[in-house]
T-cell receptor, first 115, second 115 residues
């Protein structure tokens, strides 16, 4: 009965490779997000999608391309991986988007290590 | 854009004592302030939240206070237990662009409850 799930949990890869992280939520929410948490635990939004439509792109390099095939899924593809991409990536979802206060539910995270 | 500052960065308390974590925000239009708890290897989990039209909210051992005039809010944990040990994040919901909003997180507080 996992609410927000991500795969894989760990991802170790070489510089220059392309990788994808998948996210699924079974809460029936319309809005999904990707966050990046760096080594200092700082949590920052990367993207948000509402009803499969990109709402926020927080000045993320073009190498990062999110894709939402349907409302329950938001995948993150990263091209030409760099050392600085090493971080924990969290997917999240919420029922409401916009300025209405609403709880965001986070997935367990994907730890990406670029060698 | 919104800026959220959080203090202290680390906090060590003895079991049974109280813990207080403080945050300040910059955008006076921010209207929602959640607190998240992140245990090792897991995603952030909401523990309590407060909306801008409320000054205080309590849930068992956890309480949050909000001072809109001063633009600061605090998390209070009473009768701390070892399982309260984790990293705690405050956040503020503010306008991003148009009708889109985003959560801006504080830098986190590592709480250690010692026996």
């Amino acid at each position: 009965d996992t609410a927000v799930s991500q795969t894989p949990k760990y991802l170790v890869t070489q510089m220059g490779n392309d990788k994808s992280i998948k996210c699924e939520q079974n809460l029936g929410h319309d809005t999904m997000y990707w966050y990046k948490q760096d080594s200092k635990k700082f949590l920052k939004i990367m993207f948000s999608y509402n009803n499969k439509e990109l709402i926020i792109n927080e000045t993320v390099p073009n190498r990062f391309s999110p894709k939402s095939p349907d409302k329950a899924h938001l995948n993150l593809h990263i091209n030409s991986l760099e050392l600085g991409d090493s971080a924990v990536y969290f997917c999240a979802s919420s029922q409401v988007w916009g300025l209405a206060p609403d709880t965001q539910y986070f997935g367990p995270g994907t730890r990406l290590t670029v060698l | 854009g919104e800026n959220v500052e959080q203090h202290p960065s680390t906090l060590s308390v003895q079991e049974g004592d109280s813990a207080v974590i403080k945050c300040t925000y910059s955008d006076s239009a921010s209207n929602y302030f959640p607190w998240y708890k992140q245990e090792l290897g897991k995603g952030p989990q909401l523990i309590i939240d407060i909306r801008s039209n409320v000054g205080e909210k309590k849930d068992q051992r956890i309480a949050v206070t909000l001072n809109k005039t001063a633009k600061h809010f605090s998390l209070h944990i009473t009768e701390t237990q070892p399982e309260d040990s984790a990293v705690y994040f405050c956040a503020a919901l503010s306008r991003h662009t148009g009708t889109a909003s985003k959560l801006t997180f504080g830098t986190g507080t590592r709480l250690q409850v010692t026996l």
